[in-house]
């Protein structure tokens, strides 16, 4: 199993390990700054919804969903959930989230380009991250049947591509926050500066992500070409 293959711990540990101190940061501001009340009091959920209006987004719903940091905007459904910890918080970590995932929903309506690439992306790279690795056991114990292994390396091509584009995604729509809960008058200058903290803190979690899958990927092709010259 490729699971205990030394070479693929190797190359994964270190990744691993920054994968966790990522997650433990992204943990501590946001428990840091869910502690510091907003000057202007208003709650996660209504700074999106300022947001939205703001930008004539008037048919994207606010909604609460259950799950920590479980955040997002389904451009699908044209729902922004907020998790408990930010929907009904006036804290300064509550309002950067918010902010944030109103800024995918901006993305959207005003036809940001990477969000149209990473919807197309969104399913297949979902069902070839659960495929792609059974399909490369398949092909690696099953000598008649190799060219699996190959179809496996494709599909999870298409996963570290959808990786590669969530960066920039996620990166334009923490800018885009940042600049707005300013310019709006809904966070101050300083406040903001916790607000750089959370979003910083989570986007190196898609970091950490996409260089995890950036590196199994390097090992499949090392693997896959010492497999190959032996034949
Ligand atoms: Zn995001």
Do not use: C
Request: aromatic letters at 10%; hydrophobic letters at 50%; zero cysteines.
């Amino acid at each position: 199993m490729i699971g205990f293959d030394p070479l693929y711990l190797i190359m994964l540990a270190p990744v691993l390990l920054f994968s966790l101190w990522a997650s433990a940061r992204v943990k501590s501001s946001f428990t840091k700054y869910s502690q510091v009340r907003s000057q202007s009091g208003i709650t996660g959920a209504e700074a999106a919804m300022r947001i939205l209006r703001a930008y004539d987004l008037h048919d994207v719903r606010v909604e609460q969903t259950s799950g920590w940091l479980s955040d997002h905007y389904s451009p699908a459904e044209r729902v922004l959930r907020l998790s408990e910890a930010v929907y009904g918080s006036s804290s300064i970590a509550a309002i950067g989230v918010a902010a944030h995932e109103a800024g995918h929903a901006l993305q959207h309506g005003k036809g940001y380009a990477v969000m149209g690439l990473w919807q197309m992306l969104a399913k297949p790279a979902a069902i070839g991250s659960n495929l792609s690795y059974w399909l490369i056991i398949a092909g690696a114990l099953l000598t008649s049947f190799q060219f699996l292994m190959i179809v496996g390396v494709i599909l999870f091509g298409v996963v570290v591509l959808f990786q590669i584009v969530t960066l920039p995604l996620e990166f334009n729509a923490s800018s885009r926050a940042k600049k707005l809960i300013v310019e709006m008058g809904i966070l101050g200058q300083q406040e903001a500066a916790g607000v750089s903290r959370v979003l910083g803190a989570a986007a190196m979690t898609y970091v950490a992500a996409a260089i995890s899958s950036v590196t199994t990927m390097l090992y499949y092709l090392i693997r896959f070409g010492i497999l190959g010259s032996r034949d």
